[in-house]
C-alpha cells in the first residue's frame, strides 16, 4: 500500500477523530492521505484544527437548507479522487449513490446493533449503556447504508464498564479503543484485506471467531 489510498473525512464537531488519523499518518502507522476534511456546518470546531494540520477543507454554503446540505458534502466529493469517505463524528445522513456504495464507513462509540441509531452520539450513547446496566461496551466500525448506525460491521473492539463509570469516564475509555480500531480498518480497506460483497463483509484471511 502506498499513500496514494486516498480517504475523506466528514466532520460536524471537534474533528478529533481526523486528527488522530493524521497522527497515525504522521508517524507512518497509516500509509494513506487525507485528500480532504468536510464539514456538515461552517462552524464546527474542527475546522480550524484541520487547517491548522494544513488539509484541505471545504465547509457549505451558508444558504443551503438542511437537504442540500446533505446533497452538497456528497457531491463536493469526486469519487474519481477519493477511495473512502470516513465518517468521524459526522451527524448528518450520507446519501448514497451507486459512486459511493461500499465506499464510505463509520465509527459508532458503542456496541452496534444496540445504542445506535439518530440522535445516538456523545454522551448520548454512553449514558445509555449505563443506563442499561451494560457490563461491556466498545466501539464499532461499519460499512454505511441508508439508515443511521446501520450497515455491515467490519470490525468491533470492546471493553469494561466499571461500577462507579460516569459518561465521561465510559467515553474516554471507548474513545481510546476508537483510536486504534479505526486506523486498523481503514488500514484493511486499503490493504485490500476486508472488502464489502453484497451485504456481507468479507475479510482476507478470514476472521476466526
Avoid at 29 to 58: E, F, K, T
Avoid at 69 to 74: S, T
Wanted: hydrophobic share 40%; glycine share 6%.
Amino acid at each position: 500500500m502506498t499513500a496514494a489510498f486516498k480517504i475523506a473525512a466528514l466532520i460536524s464537531g471537534t474533528g478529533r477523530t481526523v486528527l488522530n488519523l493524521a497522527d497515525r499518518i504522521d508517524t507512518e502507522q497509516l500509509p494513506i492521505s487525507i485528500a480532504c476534511v468536510v464539514a456538515s456546518r461552517a462552524n464546527a470546531p474542527g475546522i480550524d484544527l484541520a487547517l491548522q494540520r494544513g488539509l484541505m477543507v471545504h465547509s457549505p454554503p451558508a444558504n443551503l437548507n438542511e437537504t442540500q446540505r446533505d446533497h452538497w458534502a456528497r457531491d463536493v466529493l469526486d469519487p474519481k479522487e477519493i477511495d473512502l469517505v470516513c465518517l468521524c463524528g459526522y451527524l448528518r445522513p450520507f446519501p448514497l449513490t451507486d459512486a459511493w456504495i461500499g465506499r464510505v464507513i463509520n465509527i459508532h462509540p458503542a456496541l452496534l446493533p444496540e445504542f445506535g441509531g439518530q440522535g445516538m452520539y456523545g454522551s448520548r450513547v454512553h449514558e445509555a449503556v449505563l443506563a442499561a446496566n451494560k457490563a461491556e461496551s466498545g466501539c464499532t466500525v461499519h460499512y454505511v447504508d441508508d439508515e443511521y448506525d446501520h450497515g455491515p460491521i467490519i470490525l468491533q473492539r470492546r471493553c469494561s464498564v466499571q461500577v462507579d463509570d460516569t459518561s465521561a469516564q465510559l467515553a474516554a475509555r471507548v474513545f481510546a479503543l476508537e483510536c486504534d480500531a479505526y486506523p486498523e480498518a481503514i488500514k484493511m480497506i486499503a490493504t485490500g484485506q476486508v472488502r464489502l460483497h453484497g451485504k456481507e463483509v468479507e475479510h482476507d484471511p478470514p476472521q476466526i471467531v
